[in-house]
C-alpha cells in the first residue's frame, strides 16, 4: 500500500473544506427564503457569497493540484439545511440560531485546515476564509444577541 503524497493529503484537506462550504451554502438558501426580515436577508446572502467564492477559489486550488474538486455537499448538507428547515418552525430567531450552529461548524473546519503545514498562497486563502466565518459567526451571535 503506498503513503499519500503531501499533495494527496492537501487534495482531501481542501474537499473537505469545499463540502462543507457547499453545505454552508444550502443552509443559506434554506434560510433565505425562510427568513423574514429583509436585513437578514440581504446580510445571509452575502455570506452565501462568500461561501460560493470560497468554494471557486479552493476547487482552483484543487485542480492545480492535479484533483478534483467535488460539485456538491455531503450528507451534512443534509444535517445543516435540515436544521434550517425545522428551525423555520420558530422564525427568525430560530433560523438564525441554526445558522450559529451552522457557523460553528464551518468556523472548526477552516480553523483545522488553516493550521496544516499547506503553501503559503493556499495557507492565505484559508485564513482569508477563516476570517469569513468568524465574521459570519460575529453578525449572527450578535443579531441574536439584540434579539433577546
Known amino acids: 500500500m503506498s503513503t ?6 492537501m487534495i482531501k484537506s481542501l474537499n473537505n473544506v469545499i463540502q462543507m462550504d457547499f453545505d454552508a451554502i444550502a443552509a443559506y438558501r434554506a434560510a433565505i427564503e425562510r427568513v423574514e426580515t429583509i436585513e437578514y436577508k440581504a446580510k445571509l446572502l452575502e455570506f452565501l457569497v462568500d461561501h460560493e467564492r470560497h468554494v471557486a477559489e479552493l476547487s482552483e486550488v484543487v485542480r492545480a493540484e492535479g484533483g478534483t474538486p467535488p460539485d456538491r455537499g455531503d450528507f451534512r448538507q443534509f444535517l445543516t439545511k435540515g436544521q434550517v428547515v425545522i428551525a ?8 438564525l440560531k ?6 460553528d461548524q464551518t468556523n472548526k473546519k477552516y480553523e483545522h485546515a488553516s493550521i496544516e503545514d499547506f503553501p503559503e498562497h493556499i495557507h492565505t486563502l484559508l485564513l482569508n476564509g477563516l476570517a469569513d466565518e468568524r465574521r ?5 451571535r450578535a ?5 433577546h
Open 4 to 9: 499519500a503524497t503531501q499533495s494527496d493529503v
Open 88 to 95: 423555520n418552525l420558530g422564525g427568525d430567531i430560530t433560523i
Open 98 to 103: 441554526a445558522m450559529r450552529m451552522n457557523e
Open 136 to 140: 459570519h459567526r460575529a453578525w449572527i
Open 143 to 147: 443579531t441574536l444577541e439584540q434579539l
